[in-house]
């Protein structure tokens, strides 16, 4: 039998066709697994060119070799780490204090599997509040709702579906994106058992109007004995607002905010999928919400929806933290939302857009085109760009503002200022293409008309 070398045994593997519908028979040397894997997502886009997604897309060769030394770890398993478990103690606190926390109280708080999950844990504390207190005043608690914007990222819309709360989402109006008291009269009552303002919105960055809708619940408990308490969706703005704005009352220096979330993996500068969510102090946290368990080893208390997950996100934020300080943070948040202040000026300029965010709080720019250009619009500009390589977001916008196309760029802080005017260059120059040509893009069908829509790799 004739020796093969090799390469024509690795050559071999190459070749063997991967199986679509069935688990494959056979395996391949490491080597060809690994190959095979980066082959298929070639035609991947660069993250770093990601300009549709909030999530973090840089990494400093040190933080990627913390996460390699802990990502075998379960961060569950309490007993087998404590000092993992000690670094999410320890940055709960810290984050309890960047958010003006109250002095003298027990701070709670728990890393989560992105904002979704820690959204999730905070409607639920909540939901059982409200429901506890309302049969202790034997009354009935079984139509709880929520008072939301149709600004609001999906992740409510599944809580309130999910755990069969109420929707009372106020609708949106060309020109305002943001959620105000405006229809509040009608949307909260009794049963609410929270209203969700977001510091650093999907769709345009900004911020709802977090101190008028604060008030109004004020003037709406003298009138009616119902106390109402806030949640702070910061999935964005968290880690920019305490940086760049600390005059700026948005926490919970507002004595309704009972609970905010925050996303490590978008400006906390952790890779996905990291969130917090902090509580004003501990008893807002229901007692009911927790389980102790000691089948890992010692007995230890567990208040997420997930159980077992991996722990480098949570050392990568501990080294995040450590690694910049505060005045690091204010920096690196002072320089992105420097650079998305002269990419809105330069797009802006050029005369084809109008600026959607009015206020540039976090490093979102968002545009729509002028009236005017009526053979484009906002989804052929995205497509155009990303031959570029560049992917950025164009949806419509929820109702009742529907009528309104976004393009939307979120400015990373891995990008200097010469990128950024490469960046400005390649939106101006399709669109004076498509000015010139036409353009044949069309918004997607949603089943869901709350869904953003965005330009995808």
Known sequence: MKHRAPFDLLFDEFNEPIPDSHFPQYGMSARAAKATVNSESWSDCQPVMNLSSFVTTFTEPEALEIAHQHFLKNYIDHDMYPQMFEMEGRMVRWLHQLWNGPKNVDPYGTATVGSSEACMLAGLAHKWNWRQAREAAGKDGSRPNMVTGGNVQIVWKK?????????????LKPGNYR????????????????VVAIAGQTFTGEDDDIQEIHDWLDAYERKTGISIPMHIDGASGGFVNPFLY???????????????????HKFGLVPPGLGWIIFRERKIFNEDLMFYVNYLGGEMPTATLNFSRNAFQIAYQYYAFLRLGFDGYRMVMRHTVDNAEFLRKRLVDSGYFEIMNKTQRIPVVALTLKSEFTNFNEFDVSARVRERGWVLSAYSMPPDAQTVNSLRVVVRPHLNHNVIDELADDIIHACQWLHQHGGTATAPVLHDPHKVAVSKC
Request: glycine content about 2%; aromatic content about 12%; hydrophobic content about 40%.
């Open 159 to 171: 809580f309130l579906r999910y755990f069969d709360v109420e929707p009372r989402i106020a609708p």
């Open 179 to 194: 959620l105000t008291t405006e229809h509040l009269d009608r949307l909260v009552d009794e049963n609410t058992i929270a």
């Open 246 to 264: 600390p005059e700026y009352v948005w926490d919970f220096r507002l004595p309704r905010v009972q609970s905010i979330n925050a996303s490590g």
